[in-house]
């Protein structure tokens, strides 16, 4: 599975940015695609993920209700819609693929088995 990430940019606070992760290579089917992120001197922090097949979703506590993951089947690409963006939400955001991730690990990076690059979010105050 190749991915590649796109959609990030630089923006004012509470402005909204969508993110897409375009997917080529074999079936999704079993897969599920979350988005990463990592800061400038901070660990990675799990954002948001979707199993493919049924659409079920995850999301890091901090984030519900601002950032909302979504797929489109027939385009293979999954989205991310961050809203109220904070300069904290500052980040290069990654999308990854995994397989045969159950619904409770899906907010485990390591479960991740295939990682597009990296799209960069600057959030100015």
């Known amino acids: 599975v190749q991915l590649q990430a796109s959609g990030g940019g630089l923006v004012q606070a509470g402005d909204s940015l969508r993110l897409s992760c375009v997917a080529s290579g074999r079936s999704l089917s079993g897969y599920a695609i979350g988005w990463i992120r990592q800061a400038p001197g901070k660990e990675r922090e799990f954002v948001a993920g979707i199993r493919w097949s049924g659409g079920a979703t995850t999301y890091a506590d901090s984030l519900k209700g601002r950032f909302t993951i979504s797929r489109d089947i027939t385009k293979k690409t999954v989205y991310l819609q961050m809203n109220s963006l904070k300069p904290e939400d500052t980040a290069d955001y990654y999308c990854?693929?995994?397989?045969?991730?159950?619904?409770?690990?899906?907010?485990?990076?390591?479960?991740?088995?295939?990682w597009g690059q990296g799209t960069l979010v600057t959030v100015s105050s």
């Open positions: 990854a693929a995994g397989s045969r991730i159950i619904l409770s690990e899906l907010g485990n990076p390591s479960r991740y088995e295939h």
